[in-house]
């Protein structure tokens, strides 16, 4: 296969080794060393995709990270897609398959180009939000197809199968960007010892000078670069991180850097080999050496494919080999672009003028195009490409002083290239990225970086500083004083002289005008991405947005994936002047993380599938896994939620399970209710002092329920505490607050009761615990503990005792959630199992059945015990439970909570409380969370008492039973109130008892 | 990210090892059944928002569980000093 535009020679391609790849559904054909866009260019691919507004044609204008136009899905299969991909920064391989994200139905016939066509001119900026935000519920309608036809990349429909991971890192020393700057500051950090990390986001290390052609100490320039990277790789303080894009500077000298590891190898990375990795690095200083970017020149119909960058054609002639042309019209306001325009003539290819807006300007580069035979057309500009699918001529017409008119008449050269220079814009995405503004310089016409509070240090391009000699001294120093700075004992290295013509003024230029004002000329782009014109910024302007930020937000510049970093100086440049002010006048530009798009891979890395949250397992885990079932996750702990047999619905296991228990005998895995031990002589003052209710006088071998409140006087946990020794208890936490309560507990402690010699642990995992509840428990403790007296005078109701179960040696606490008679037993975790299993062994008798968190909601909510968070929200005080007996107001310490709770609003009437709900159709279950009114047919929005807070069917009381929080509903037992459903139904329900079973407790007290 | 230095374990640690808690330096009324619910409710609920520095409590939760105090300042986030608990800031809005 033939490449039309491949030069025969030159470039850091491998012609030895040729590779396939598939555009578009066709078959090309490149080198190792080419990006994809590179060989497309090579291989004549002048469409890239379709613009997002307007729908025109757009090819490639970049060569690196500012790309705006080709933006590509690559992936051969469904599982390996990579949306928005920049051809210009991905590395070519043999099989590659990428297809345009724009264009529909398809590229080269495009709906959204014949409405652009036809309507163009009824697509003002703010056009989707004028058109498609009204009525309000159209967006959704409209979306789909304005992102379809606009050209953004797709997910994958399948599970990516590569995989992702992250590196902490610490570095004295990160250099970004390995240009010529960034080199040289490596150079000097390296040699000091200092920790050095080298990133830069191309495949090969040295940035302009991969595609320069000047002599560096008498030697190629990338000689020069190769003799610095065998330095570097060779110290084993220093790590080179090619590939890799430093994409976030956050605060505190924390950086992020996106390694693509194996994009450049295959469609899937190979076996064992993460594909992309996030660097997370902490570094000491910084050096940011990220050069600057070229700005294109916006004149009209400058979107049209065969409109470039001129160092990007440098950039694809020196490095590549690969001229997108034959004959190239270069449009320039510097010196610098001039190089271009030898490189193409040097390549053999047609230069048919440099124009140059300039008119006042000679110097070497002139005398060279002079000596070599190139027309310079001085004080001229190129008011517009001509050509419908790509360009075929440039239309140029001399310009006044200030380049702000066209002074004369106008004639077309014929081409099919037009390079463009406006000058540099430096970098300084990374440098704003902590909040640091950047500063307009009228020397460099550029915004470079401005003060920041990082340890950070600039050096080369990205302060404006564009001569290489410069650059690479400023590098050298600055990696020096980086280095010295981290404390290391560093000198900046020596760099070679480069013999280089000095370089006229460049002219202050962004757009160039045409002979119709820019509301009727052809269109000028300054984003080429979001489709925004020089009309549009002067109309947004017109329509009163004085603030470059109002005008991005109106015209949507630079909120494109490349964030403008074409096109926003040029747009604001055109603010500027539509305001008759200066640009930093108008506003500065600020960047926000992440410099260029990052994969969701990268991000997750391996925190994903199992490992995207830490899991919790009790001791008898497996058992419950073994017996089918089925898992709830409370906070991290993966609890069973309801057993299953075979056949049976959720809600038939539930009936099974809440009957066996209160006919004979259920089993709950308790394990994950927090525990925490407290020891020390005020232990006792302490607890008190949280709680709410009495705990002096609690004895040894006592247990008590405790309600604990924040200062507000709400509820926020509860649980039963145990009294071990006189200065030892062991609390207990609802299964998702036991961390919470925890540092809630050193919060106090430590802040404001320090006097207090009390001590604190988790001691959560270290018991097992296991919950038998109903008639025969006692029976079937006593089968395997002989060394505690269960009798039921002596081993009491809210009684703890030390003894042995199952061979054991086992805490047995006798308290209960269900209000059966209950023990729960606690055994070292290790053991749990054993015991568990010793459990079942006796147990099938009895026909112990083992219950879930979901029968156990129902079998407390029968007897209306409340969960913390559930029947409680933060805005509930113990009172509002109709828990008042947790209260003991007359301590000697002002208990927290307690000021709280007796606030002029905590004490009103009217307040919402809680109670207990029976539908008058004992069948329907009320949803939780539905909202109860007095009248259902009052007009909306109606006046509404309070929600449903817990919701079951009770197979013992064969019907349904609720409770909920009602305003004033302790005072309004018996009433009837509504619940009116989303669904349309009014639901009839009866304020009763929270206690829907067993009110005296006689089945706990046996 | 911020990177802190716990005045007690003495190392710079990453903010994932830490919770802030709030402002610092708040003290519980002494006697809060004294209170007016007006000095009750400017305990419980009103915190300074300053535009500069500011002292916070934080807590080395996944570290040695110790509460200390940061000086930090809310424009720029540059922590300016860490100190133990019962200590006072020696960097201040005055200072």
Not at chain 1, 501 to 523: C, D, F, G, V
Not at chain 1, 839 to 860: A, C, D, Q, V, W
Request: aromatic fraction near 8%; proline fraction near 4%.
């Amino acid at each position: 296969m033939t490449q039309p535009n491949r030069l025969n020679s030159g470039g850091r391609i491998d012609r030895d080794q040729p590779m396939q790849f598939e555009f578009n559904g066709r078959r090309y054909s490149g080198f190792q060393g080419d990006t994809l866009a590179s060989a497309m260019l090579a291989n004549g691919v002048d469409l890239v995709g379709r613009s997002f507004k307007y729908g025109r044609r757009r090819g490639i204008v970049a060569a690196g990270a500012e790309e705006p136009n080709a933006i590509l899905q690559l992936g051969a299969t469904e599982a390996t897609q990579v949306p928005n991909v920049r051809a210009t920064q991905q590395e070519l391989f043999d099989g590659l398959v990428a297809q345009p994200t724009s264009g529909w139905p398809s590229l080269n016939t495009d709906a959204l180009g014949m409405v652009g066509k036809v309507f163009g001119s009824l697509l003002p900026p703010g056009f989707y939000y004028k058109t498609f935000m009204f009525p309000r519920f159209g967006w959704k309608l409209y979306e789909k197809y304005i992102r379809k036809a606009a050209g953004f990349g797709r997910s994958p429909r399948a599970e990516d199968v590569d995989q992702y991971d992250h590196l902490n890192q610490h570095a004295d020393v990160l250099i970004v960007g390995a240009g010529a700057a960034g080199l040289a500051a490596a150079l000097s950090a390296a040699r000091s010892g200092a920790r050095v990390i080298l990133a830069d986001e191309q495949s090969e290390m040295g940035g302009s000078l991969l595609h320069s052609r000047d002599l560096m100490g008498g030697k190629p320039a990338t000689q020069w670069v190769a003799d610095t990277l065998a330095e570097l790789a060779g110290r084993d303080n220093v790590l080179l991180l090619p590939r890799s894009t430093v994409n976030g500077y956050h605060d505190h000298n924390f950086l992020t850097i996106h390694e693509r590891r194996t994009d450049h190898i295959a469609d899937r990375a190979p076996e064992g080999m993460s594909r992309q990795r996030l660097h997370r690095v902490r570094a000491r200083w910084v050096v940011l050496a990220t050069g600057a970017h070229e700005r294109p020149l916006v004149f009209a119909n400058n979107d049209l494919p065969g409109c470039m960058l001129a160092s990007a054609v440098s950039t694809y002639l020196n490095r590549y080999a690969v001229a997108p042309g034959n004959k190239l019209v270069l449009m320039t306001a510097n010196d610098y672009a001039y190089r271009t325009a030898f490189d193409w003539q040097d390549a053999g290819r047609d230069v048919v003028a440099i124009v140059d807006s300039r008119a006042d300007v000679s110097g070497h580069y002139q005398e060279e195009a002079k000596r070599r035979g190139i027309a310079v057309l001085l004080g001229h500009g190129v008011i517009e490409a001509r050509g419908s699918k790509k360009v075929t001529g440039a239309v140029v017409a001399s310009l006044n002083a200030d380049g702000s008119a066209v002074a004369g008449a106008s004639r077309t050269l014929s081409c099919d290239l037009i390079a463009s220079s406006g000058g540099w814009s430096p970098v300084v995405h990374l440098s704003a990225h902590t909040g640091s503004r950047p500063v307009w310089n009228d020397d460099v016409l550029g915004f470079v970086p401005g003060e920041t509070l990082q340890q950070m240090k600039t050096a080369g391009a990205v302060k404006g500083s564009y001569d290489l000699v410069a650059c690479l001294r400023d590098g050298a120093e600055q990696g020096a004083e980086a280095a010295k700075l981290a404390g290391f004992d560093a000198t900046p290295a020596t760099t070679p002289e480069v013999d280089s013509w000095p370089e006229a003024k460049a002219m202050a230029l962004y757009s160039i005008p045409h002979t119709q004002p820019n509301s009727r000329a052809p269109k000028q782009f300054v984003d080429l991405q979001n489709d925004v014109t020089a009309a549009a910024i002067e109309l947004a302007t017109r329509e009163g947005f004085e603030s470059i930020e109002h005008v991005k937000r109106y015209t949507a510049m630079g909120f494109g994936t490349d964030q403008g970093k074409l096109g926003n100086i040029n747009g604001m440049a055109i603010a500027a002047k539509s305001l008759g002010q200066s640009i930093p006048d108008t506003g500065t530009t600020i960047f926000r993380p992440n410099y260029t798009p990052v994969t969701f891979g990268a991000v997750v890395g391996r925190h994903c599938g199992e490992l995207f949250e830490p899991e919790r397992y009790t001791a008898m885990h497996d058992w419950h896994v073994q017996h089918g079932a089925e898992f709830e996750n409370v906070g991290q702990w993966k609890r069973p939620w309801y057993y299953p047999k075979a056949g049976e619905t959720m809600q038939q296991a539930l009936d099974r399970e809440c009957l066996a228990t209160r006919e004979s005998i259920g089993i709950l895995d308790a394990s994950t209710l927090g525990k925490i031990d407290i020891q020390g002589k005020d232990a006792r003052e302490f607890i008190g002092r949280i709680y709410t209710n009495a705990w002096a006088k609690l004895a040894v071998g006592k247990c008590r329920y405790g309600l604990m409140c924040h200062e507000d006087g709400m509820v926020f946990d509860d649980g039963v505490t145990s009294c071990l020794g006189e200065n030892h208890f062991l609390m207990t936490t609802t299964t998702g607050g036991a961390a919470g309560v925890l540092e809630w507990l050193e919060l106090y402690h430590q802040t404001e009761w320090p006097e207090l010699e009390v001590f604190m642990n988790t001691v959560t995992d270290h018991w097992a615990t296991m919950t038998i509840a109903g008639p025969n428990a006692r029976k079937l403790l006593a089968e395997l503990c002989d060394d505690i007296d269960l009798d039921k005078d002596s081993f009491k109701f809210m009684d703890w005792r030390q003894g042995t179960v199952a061979g054991v040696p086992a805490r047995v606490f006798r308290i209960s959630f269900t209000g059966e008679l209950s023990y729960e037993i606690n055994v070292q975790a290790n053991y749990g199992l054993h015991v568990w299993e010793k459990l079942f062994e006796h147990g099938e008798k009895y026909n112990l059945t083992p219950y879930g968190t979901e029968s156990m909601h129902i079998l407390r909510a029968e007897k209306g015990f409340i969960i913390a968070g559930q029947d409680t929200d933060g805005s509930v005080h113990p009172y509002d439970l109709n828990h008042g007996w947790a209260v003991k107001e007359d301590k000697p310490f002002s208990f927290i909570g307690k000021r709280g709770m007796k606030r002029e609003d905590c004490v009103r009437e009217g307040r919402k409380q809680l109670v207990g709900l029976k539908t008058k159709d004992p069948k329907v279950v009320l949803p939780e969370g539905a909202q109860a009114v007095d009248d259902p047919k009052q007009p909306l929005p109606m006046a509404m008492l309070g929600h449903v807070t817990s919701s079951y069917y009770s197979a013992n009381l064969g019907r349904s039973i609720a409770m909920g929080l009602i305003k004033d509903g302790l005072n309004r037992n018996g009433d009837t109130i509504y619940y009116p459903l989303s669904n349309g139904q009014v639901v009839e329900a009866e304020i009763c008892s929270t206690i829907f079973l067993d009110p005296k407790g006689d089945r706990q007290n046996v | 990210m911020f990177y802190i230095h716990c005045p007690y374990c003495d190392e710079h640690r990453e903010e994932e090892e830490f919770h802030a808690k709030g402002q610092a330096h708040i003290a519980r009324p002494l006697d809060p059944d004294a209170c007016t619910d007006e000095e009750w409710g400017n305990f419980l609920y009103f915190r300074a928002n300053p535009r500069g520095i500011h002292h916070e409590l934080w807590v080395h939760a996944a570290g040695c569980r110790k509460f200390f105090n940061i000086t930090r300042d809310t424009q720029t986030y540059a922590i300016l000093e860490t100190y133990r608990l019962g200590e006072q800031p020696s960097v201040t809005s005055q200072s």
